[in-house]
C-alpha cells in the first residue's frame, strides 16, 4: 500500500471509507480515490470532507462537472503560490497554512507548500475533530502525527 493510502486509513479512517487506491491529486491537495469494494470517492481537504461518488462513470460524470473542475484546477490560488513559493517538488501539493485553513483565509500570503501526506494526517484530524461543530464555533486543536 502506498504512503498516502497509509496515510488516508489512518487519518481519515473515522469516515468509514477503507481507502484502496489514489487515483488522482490536484496540485491542491484534492483527491480522486478508490476504497476496496472500487467505489470512487471525492476528498476536499479544505471543507474536511469526502463524498462517496459510486461507480467508474459517476467519477467521471462528477470530475467532468464544471465546478468540479474550478475547485480542482484552482488555477488563481495555484498560479499565486507557484509565483510566491515556486513549483511544488513531487510528492508536494499547495494548501493553506493551518490556521487559514481554519478560517478559509484564500490570501496568497496564506499558500504553503506541503507533502501530500503531511496534509492528509494535518486534514484528517483537523476534520475528525471539527465535523460535529457549526460555522464559527471556537476551537481549541490538539495536534498528533
Known sequence: MSRAVNALNAAWGWTGVAFA??????????????????TFHYLDP???SV???GDEAAARAHMAREETQ???????????????????????VFSLALPALLAGDY???NLVRID??????????LAR???????????????SH
Not at 501530500?116 to 484530524?125: C, Q, R, S
Open 21 to 38: 487506491e489514489v487515483v488522482a491529486h490536484s496540485l491542491m491537495g484534492h483527491m480522486l480515490v478508490t476504497d476496496g469494494a472500487g
Open 107 to 109: 490570501a496568497p500570503e
Open 116 to 125: 501530500l501526506v503531511e496534509l492528509i494526517h494535518l486534514t484528517g484530524d
Open 51 to 53: 463524498a462517496r461518488l
Open 129 to 143: 475533530q471539527t465535523r460535529d461543530l457549526p460555522d464559527g464555533a471556537h476551537v481549541n486543536i490538539k495536534v
Open 46 to 48: 479544505e471543507l474536511g
Open 70 to 92: 474550478v475547485i480542482w484546477r484552482a488555477d488563481a490560488l495555484v498560479d499565486a503560490a507557484a509565483a510566491r513559493l515556486g513549483p511544488p517538488a513531487p510528492g508536494e
